[in-house]
């Protein structure tokens, strides 16, 4: 089992940032790769970022390239998300997930809300 704990999100004004940090517990060594999501009301799960946690590969979403950074702390066993230039279609519940390959399967977060307003 691996456990995630989200934190760092809440309201900010369009152009701020926000840093969104993901602590992870328990079968660690099991993990492939981490990742966020956020889900705006009324809209699917899309995936933002992801993470390879053995090489550091990183993948980012269209729509965030160029403003969104996701980077890992293996120490920490703690995967960030920097969000930069944010705009209020930014605004969703983010998602922290942990990824396990073989067999597969698939970890969440509580979530957390970033809302991004004047």
């Known amino acids: 089992q691996v456990q995630l704990v989200e934190s760092g999100g809440g309201l900010v004004q369009p152009g701020g940032s926000l840093r969104l940090s993901c602590a992870a517990s328990g079968s660690i060594a099991t993990i492939n790769a981490m990742g966020w999501f956020r889900q705006a009301p009324g809209k699917q799960r899309e995936v933002v970022a992801t993470?390879?946690?053995?090489?550091?590969?990183?993948n980012h979403a269209d729509s965030v390239k160029g403003r969104f950074t996701i980077s890992r702390d293996n120490a920490k066993n703690t995967v960030y998300l920097q969000m930069n230039s944010l705009k209020p279609e930014d605004t969703a519940v983010y998602y922290c997930?942990?990824?396990?390959?073989?067999?597969?399967?698939?970890?969440w977060g509580q979530g957390t809300q970033v809302t991004v307003s004047s």
């Open positions: 997930n942990a990824q396990r390959y073989v067999p597969r399967r698939d970890y």
């Open positions: 993470i390879i946690t053995r090489g550091g590969f990183t």
